[in-house]
């Protein structure tokens, strides 16, 4: 597996893809994006300050489990979902926001 910084990833094998390969887009990854938000994107910002702190676990929560909240890990049972991480939907909508800006 590849993992440069600009390149594209591709998976193969047996285990969870059943011999399917995975393209991943490296670039677009949690550990990349999130770490340094850029100063335009809503870092987290909420309606109510008590959802900044749940926010911001949704987004460490991507950023350690590389998730990307449109895929399965950010469904509402995802590793990454409002019914795993909970709080609501509030910080979560929040979390995507900032991560649908930094993570074009």
């Known amino acids: 597996m590849d993992s440069g910084s600009d390149a594209l990833v591709v998976e193969a094998g047996a285990d969870a893809t059943g011999g399917k390969e995975v393209v991943y887009d490296v670039v ?11 100063a335009g994107c809503p870092d ?44 609501g939907e509030a910080p979560y909508t929040a979390a995507v926001a900032t991560y649908n800006c930094a993570c074009p």
């Open 44 to 87: 987290c910002k909420t309606q109510n300050s008590s959802d900044e702190p749940i926010c911001q676990q949704y987004l460490q929560c991507f950023i350690k489990n590389d998730c990307n909240p449109s895929t399965a890990c950010g469904d509402n049972t995802g590793i990454c979902g409002v019914n795993t991480v909970g709080g």
């Open 28 to 38: 677009a990854d949690g550990i990349s994006c999130l770490t340094s938000i850029p």
